[in-house]
């Protein structure tokens, strides 16, 4: 039977886009009022190529995120697509405990691969987006450029210095600090430190330390190392700068302000992160003129041991009760592509801070997008080197993680007391070694109870250098706890 005109005339309409359904995406994530003024210029592009999705962004406070979140799955209100980050949150919530919590949504039949071939070779496949198998999410930042940090110096002041080229060896730095505040005669002072971290442990990292140095976990031994020679030898670098020398700028140690000291002229030199150089060209209006970028100095010149980042993490999921995955993932593919990567290094230089994407960039387009982007860029690819993970190892090592409690006084505490002569770095060192190590312990032990299979040895890589990176390769043939 033929069906009336009128009737197929008005289903073709009906399923014509003009006229398709109406879907509301909800898209939460962490941040500023400009992040979310950044991230709502960017829904108003998406939702002009689809005009049947409507974006509406919420930004939270960081320190008010989880908190949120947690509120929101437990009151079934929970958005359709967020930032969950695995480790951002003070590992608080690993992402593998946001999957144990039936939150996200598998992409593994979206991720095609197109998708990961936006990606430099491996970028995905080594990142932290995978739990027991599923990919739930894709990296958003080129790994370790958060934590990565780079030597900053002052050209006009090298110049009036007679030095010709940034400090290779820590002997360097330590002579060229002095040069410099010599030639500064008060205005200004050879290397500024940052309170709340003055970056022991990037040297260190520099000079023979293979871990995770952040908190001086030694992947050769499984245990926090705050001994390890690489570790005191920095410190009393350092020290040595700061009460012999006096080539480090007064009171660096008391809510110093290392941008701005650099930006102001009271500093030759820094060790800084990517947003602290986005700071000298947003705050300061600063150029590639004015400062130039080098690899962190090694212990000497002839050290090889390179600056270790953590795999990329994941960075959006989709929740797994929303009603509107396709869609969902359509606002995902259109937030990890290029077009999208390069108007986040255009905000690098204001709102994002030092954010790079881990998207592929031709040089043209990095270029054009964020000038300072390129040379960070060449930095890490000399400097930087891809440390194994425990949690690629063993999902269950985020039970540890989120039973961890870190004991006081922390790793850059001691370290800015022995700086300041304030106690001998290696009682200090061998204090804290015992404190982390016992909370490691319980630590585990914690998790074995819940059932985890974890142990030590997940800390230990024999295969890994600091020279090379570590790639999903390496993990094969690593012993499994018992």
């Keep these: 039977m033929r069906r009336p005109i009128l009737t197929l005339a008005l289903a ?35 939702e002009k190529a689809n005009p049947n999705i409507d974006v509406r962004v919420q930004t939270i406070g960081t320190p008010q995120y989880l908190n949120a979140v947690q509120l929101a799955f437990r009151s079934g209100n929970q958005p359709d697509v967020l930032r969950a980050q695995g480790n951002f949150f003070n590992l608080a919530l690993p992402l593998a405990k946001w999957v144990d919590q039936g939150w996200l949504l598998p992409i593994d039949r979206y991720v095609t691969a197109g998708v990961i071939t936006r990606y430099p070779k491996g970028a995905v496949e080594n990142s932290l987006t ?41 002997a360097e730095l330590r002579s060229y600090a002095k040069k410099l505040t010599d030639t500064g005669k008060g205005r200004y002072y050879g290397l500024g430190l940052e309170t709340g971290d003055p970056r022991v442990t990037f040297l260190a ?12 976990l030694d992947y050769t031994a499984g245990r926090y190392n ?46 800084a992160k990517p947003a602290q150089v986005a700071a000298l060209v947003n705050d300061f209006k600063l150029g590639l003129n004015d400062f130039g970028l080098a ?13 270790p980042y953590e795999p990329a993490l994941g960075f959006l999921g989709i929740t797994a009760k929303t009603k509107y995955p396709n869609e969902a993932w359509k606002l995902l593919d259109y937030l990890y592509n ?17 954010f790079i994407p881990a998207v592929r960039l031709s040089q043209r387009q990095i270029n054009a997008a964020n000038p300072v982007a390129a040379p960070l860029n060449a930095v890490f690819d000399v400097e930087g080197v891809l440390r194994p993970d425990p949690l690629l190892r063993s ?6 993680q989120a039973a961890f409690v870190a004991p006081q006084p922390s790793l850059i505490d001691i370290q800015k007391a022995a700086i300041q002569g304030q106690g001998n770095y290696a009682d200090l060192a061998a204090r804290y070694d015992a404190a982390y190590n016992a909370a490691l312990d319980k630590a585990i032990a914690t998790a074995r109870a819940d059932g985890a299979k974890v ?25 499994a706890c018992k």
């Design 12 to 46: 073709a309409l009906a399923g014509s886009p003009a006229l398709a359904q109406k879907v509301t995406l909800n898209f939460w994530t962490n941040g500023t009022s400009a992040e979310q003024a950044f991230f709502e210029t960017l829904m108003r592009d998406f």
């Design 130 to 170: 995978t739990v027991n198998g599923k990919r739930y999410s894709l990296p958003m930042q080129r790994p370790g450029t958060s934590g990565l940090a780079v030597l900053v110096y002052n050209k006009k002041m090298f110049q009036e210095a007679g030095l010709t080229r940034p400090p290779r060896s820590w």
């Design 205 to 216: 990292a520099r000079g023979g330390f293979v871990g995770d140095h952040t908190g001086a």
């Design 226 to 271: 705050a001994e390890h020679p690489a570790m005191a030898a920095a410190v009393d670098v350092l020290r040595q700068m700061n009460l012999t020398d006096r080539s480090i700028v007064p009171g660096w140690e008391a809510n110093y302000d290392l941008p701005a000291g650099f930006g102001r002229g009271q500093i030759a030199m820094m060790l």
């Design 295 to 307: 690899p962190v100095p090694s212990s000497t010149a002839a050290a090889t041991t390179r600056l």
């Design 338 to 354: 290029a077009d999208v990567a390069q108007k986040v290094l255009r905000a690098n230089q204001g709102q994002l801070g030092g």
């Design 395 to 400: 999902p269950d090592w985020s039970a540890v």
């Design 455 to 479: 142990c030590r040895e997940l800390l230990i890589f024999p295969n890994y250098n600091a020279r090379k990176n570590f790639t999903l390769a390496d993990y094969r043939g690593l012993p």
